[in-house]
T-cell receptor, first 112, second 114 residues
Framework: NAGVTQTPKFQVLKTGQSMTLQCAQDMNHEYMSWYRQDPGMGLRLIHYSVGAGITDQGEVPNGYNVSRSTTEDFPLRLLSAAPSQTSVYFC???????????FGSGTRLTVV | DAKTTQPPSMDCAEGRAANLPCNHSTISGNEYVYWYRQIHSQGPQYIIHGLKNNETNEMASLIITEDRKSSTLILPHATLRDTAVYYCIVRVNWGSSNTGKLIFGQGTTLQVKP
């Protein structure tokens, strides 16, 4: 039982490049979310999913796409990276009902 | 989801109880109170949650007032490793378009001192 696994842990991108941040959970959790955290600031919700095939926007969705084709995976796509997307990205999951989210260890992204 | 208000920072002596307050005066009947913490740059960690009864687990206790407008997270014997940002969040768990959303506020930075 690995929990929530995020890959890669570190990434440097050039402005305009695209990439996908991977998130996988092996707990059969229904809900999954993506957050970003800028230096010295709180977490902001990017996108979230309430089940396979269902996604919705969070607080800061612009510049990011998500899809949820399986229960286990919830990838986050940066379409055209910008320096403003330099951040730490966290993925989280939880089961249905009154339970807390389990977070991954994060992906540290730098866009130059 | 209802908004929450927390003090920006608190200090606590090592070995003493840390009592972290949270106001959620607009909480609805079907909204739960959740507590998370984030140690340095790690991913947030779920601590505890409750609806209206007081709750206790191996990490902490949660005391919710009878009118549910405020709550207190209690770390009974704080250690240096409990130094973190603590977030109080209110959300629904069923039957709402917001069920999947978890919105973090600014939280309380707890500094445990030797």
């Amino acid at each position: 039982n690995a929990g929530v696994t995020q890959t890669p842990k570190f990434q440097v991108l050039k402005t305009g490049q695209s990439m996908t941040l991977q998130c996988a959970q092996d707990m059969n959790h229904e809900y999954m979310s993506w957050y970003r955290q800028d230096p010295g600031m709180g977490l902001r919700l990017i996108h979230y999913s309430v089940g396979a095939g269902i996604t919705d926007q969070g607080e800061v969705p612009n510049g990011y796409n998500v899809s949820r084709s399986t229960t286990e995976d919830f990838p986050l796509r940066l379409l055209s990276a910008a320096p403003s997307q330099t951040s730490v990205y966290f993925c989280a999951s939880r089961p249905g009902g009154a339970y807390g989210y389990t977070f991954g260890s994060g992906t540290r992204l730098t866009v130059v | 989801d209802a908004k929450t208000t927390q003090p920006p920072s608190m200090d606590c002596a090592e070995g003493r109880a840390a009592n972290l307050p949270c106001n959620h005066s607009t909480i609805s009947g079907n909204e739960y109170v959740y507590w998370y913490r984030q140690i340095h740059s790690q991913g947030p960690q779920y601590i505890i949650h409750g609806l209206k009864n007081n709750e206790t687990n191996e990490m902490a206790s949660l005391i919710i007032t009878e009118d549910r407008k405020s709550s207190t997270l209690i770390l009974p014997h704080a250690t240096l490793r409990d130094t973190a940002v603590y977030y109080c969040i209110v959300r629904v768990n069923w039957g709402s378009s917001n069920t999947g959303k978890l919105i973090f506020g600014q939280g309380t930075t707890l500094q445990v001192k030797p």
